[in-house]
Structure formats: structure tokens, C-alpha cells
């Protein structure tokens, strides 16, 4: 599987943008999904994921309630709805696939289990 990220762009605080991350491959139903971003001088964060089907999802505490990621296998598509952007929401935005399966969810908050990235696409959010 190959990801190519898509829909960054400059909004101004309390805006809205939906990132896209289009996947290549046979497999893609396979594989967990997920969104994580890295600030100027930060280290990358999780921001959310989304399971194989769809239907249970997870979010860092700082984007929950603003932020909903959402998959289209038959497009294989991920996307991340993101509401009431703030300054801090600044970073470029990764997507990311793993086709290993864990019991405990918590591990899909790791960036190191990821095995699949995009390029990345920018979102800055202006005050």
C-alpha cells in the first residue's frame, strides 16, 4: 500500500478542512489508518485513527469533538474532517497504514508501528 495525502492549505482560526489520504494497493482493507502531524520543532503526534471497517475510532484528547476521521474502502480513501481549527492545529499532516493487528487499541496511538507513510500536507491555521 502507497498513501498520498491531499487537502492542506492556510484557514484562519475556527475554520474547517478535510484532508484526504487516497491509498494504492490490493490490501487496503487490510490495514488500520492512521492521521498524525509534526509541528515546527516537535515531535510527530498521533491525532486519529480508524479501524478496519470503519466502525471504532480513536482521537487524540486535543483534536476530540473537533476532528473526525472516516475511511471509504471501496475508494480507498481516509479522511480527516477537521472543525474549529486553532493556531495550534499548525503541522504538516501525515497518513499512515499498518496491516498488523494488536489486541489492545492503545497501540495504534504509536507512530512506530505504522509501517506505510504519505509525504505529508501542510494545514496552518492563522489567528
Known amino acids: 500500500v502507497q498513501l498520498v495525502e491531499s487537502g492542506g492549505g492556510l484557514v484562519q482560526a475556527g475554520g474547517s478542512l478535510r484532508l484526504s489520504c487516497a491509498a494504492s494497493?490490493?490490501?487496503?482493507?487490510?490495514?488500520?489508518m492512521g492521521w498524525f502531524r509534526q509541528a515546527p520543532g516537535e515531535e510527530r503526534e498521533f491525532v486519529a485513527a480508524v479501524n478496519w471497517s470503519g466502525d471504532s475510532t480513536y482521537y487524540a484528547d486535543s483534536v476530540k469533538g473537533r476532528f473526525t476521521i472516516s475511511r471509504d474502502n471501496a475508494k480507498k480513501l481516509v479522511y480527516l474532517q477537521m472543525n474549529n481549527l486553532k493556531p495550534e492545529d499548525t503541522a504538516v499532516y501525515f497518513c499512515?497504514?499498518?496491516?498488523?493487528?494488536?489486541?489492545?487499541?492503545?497501540?495504534?496511538?504509536?507512530?512506530?508501528?505504522?509501517?506505510?507513510w504519505g509525504q505529508g500536507t501542510q494545514v496552518t491555521v492563522s489567528s
Open positions: 499512515a497504514g499498518t496491516p498488523r493487528y494488536y489486541y489492545s487499541s492503545t497501540y495504534y496511538y504509536t507512530e512506530e508501528i505504522y509501517d506505510t
Open positions: 494497493g490490493r490490501t487496503f482493507n487490510s490495514y488500520f
